[in-house]
Each structure stands twice: as structure tokens, then as C-alpha cells.
């Protein structure tokens, strides 16, 4: 596939399975996210790889988030958001450890961050995969944060989750209308 189509075609995955992206493509994926634009070539981003029996804790994060923040969360619901880790056989967290004394400002930090998961998103389409980015309340948790490995002050961009998509999700149309958000400055 042709780089611009790729990028004139992508979307979100709905639904993700099995074949998750193996060793290699995983390096392909990190590799890809590295050659984000970096102000100040800080490299703020961090990437932590939750796969296979990993979820398992990873969907204990969640469902005990969704517990702290609302105790009175019926067992279905947080059953509901444990699941949510098995959306997919990988999922990627990527973050930004923002340098406060840095002479680039904290919001280019997590910019950077975040181009660095448009990378990898990207890259799993290009070789064959598909993904979703996802934040939610839990990205936002100080404990997920710490149990990820991170400080309260470092900021979780999204949780990646990336698999082999089992149903196209039908076109939302969205792209059509790109023309409405662009200004020509002196036209
Ligand atoms: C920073 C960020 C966080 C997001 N968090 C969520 C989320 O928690 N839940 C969700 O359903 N979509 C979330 N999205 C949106 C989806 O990833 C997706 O882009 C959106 O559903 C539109 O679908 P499309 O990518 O196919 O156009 C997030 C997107 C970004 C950029």
C-alpha cells in the first residue's frame, strides 16, 4: 500500500484479535514511534508492552480503578472494565516523561508523545495490523500511573491496543468534511 493511501484510509479498529504483532513487528512499531518529531530531541516518550498473561494485571489496574473512583460500581461493571484488556493480544501504553526544566514547553513534550503513538498506529496498519487509541479515566489515575512504572506528574497519552481486526467498521464519512476546518490565510 502507498504510504499517502494509508493515511488517506486510516481508522480506528472496532474489533481486534489474534495474531497480535510478533517480535519483530513489535520492534518495527517501537522503531517507528522513535522517529516522532522531538523538540529538543528530549525523548520524552516511554512504551510499556502488555501482552499475553500480562493483561491479566493490566485488566486488575482497570477494574480497580473503576472501583476506587466508584466504589459503588455494580461486580458487572467491573467485570466489564477488566475485560477491556483483552481487546486485543497487544496492547502498547505509551507516555510522556515531561523534563519541567527543559527550555521546550510541557505541552511539546506530550505533542511529541503523541506523535510517537499516531507512529505506531500507523505502522501497525502498514504492516497489516490495526489499533485503537484509548485513554479513559485510568489514564489519568496517579495509582495505574505508578503501577505502570511511572510518577503522578508524567502523563499517560493512550493505551494502544493493536491486533488483527476481525470486521471493517463501516466508513464514518468524517474525512469528507476536512475542508471545513482549514483556513487559507489571505485568500
Ligand atoms: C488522546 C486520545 C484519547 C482517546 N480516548 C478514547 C477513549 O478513551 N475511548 C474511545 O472510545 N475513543 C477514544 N479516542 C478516539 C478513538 O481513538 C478514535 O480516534 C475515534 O473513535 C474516532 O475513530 P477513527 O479513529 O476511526 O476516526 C481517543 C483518541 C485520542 C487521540
Not at 489496574?61 to 460500581?73: G, K, V, Y
Amino acid at each position: 500500500m502507498q504510504a499517502i493511501d494509508l493515511l488517506l484510509q486510516r481508522r480506528s479498529a472496532k474489533t481486534l484479535t489474534e495474531p497480535g504483532p510478533d517480535e519483530g513487528a513489535l520492534e518495527l512499531l517501537l522503531a517507528s514511534a522513535a522517529r516522532a518529531p522531538d523538540h529538543g530531541r528530549l525523548r520524552p516518550w516511554r512504551f510499556v508492552v502488555i501482552r499475553g498473561a500480562a493483561r491479566e494485571r493490566f485488566g486488575a489496574m482497570l477494574a480497580a480503578q473503576l472501583q476506587r473512583a466508584r466504589p459503588q460500581s455494580s461486580p458487572e461493571a467491573l467485570e466489564r472494565e477488566r475485560l477491556k484488556a483483552f481487546r486485543s493480544p497487544l496492547i502498547i501504553v505509551v507516555a510522556a516523561v515531561r523534563d519541567a526544566r527543559a527550555s521546550v514547553p510541557m505541552i511539546e513534550q506530550v505533542l511529541c508523545a503523541g506523535a510517537a503513538a499516531q507512529n505506531i498506529l500507523l505502522a501497525a496498519r502498514a504492516l497489516g495490523f490495526n489499533g485503537v487509541w484509548k485513554t479513559g479515566a485510568a489514564a489519568y489515575d496517579e495509582t495505574v500511573k505508578r503501577e505502570l512504572g511511572f510518577e503522578p506528574a508524567d502523563a499517560l497519552v493512550g493505551f494502544l491496543y493493536l491486533g488483527t481486526e476481525t470486521d471493517a467498521p463501516p466508513e464514518s464519512g468524517a474525512q469528507a468534511h476536512w475542508r471545513e476546518h482549514v483556513t487559507y490565510l489571505g485568500e
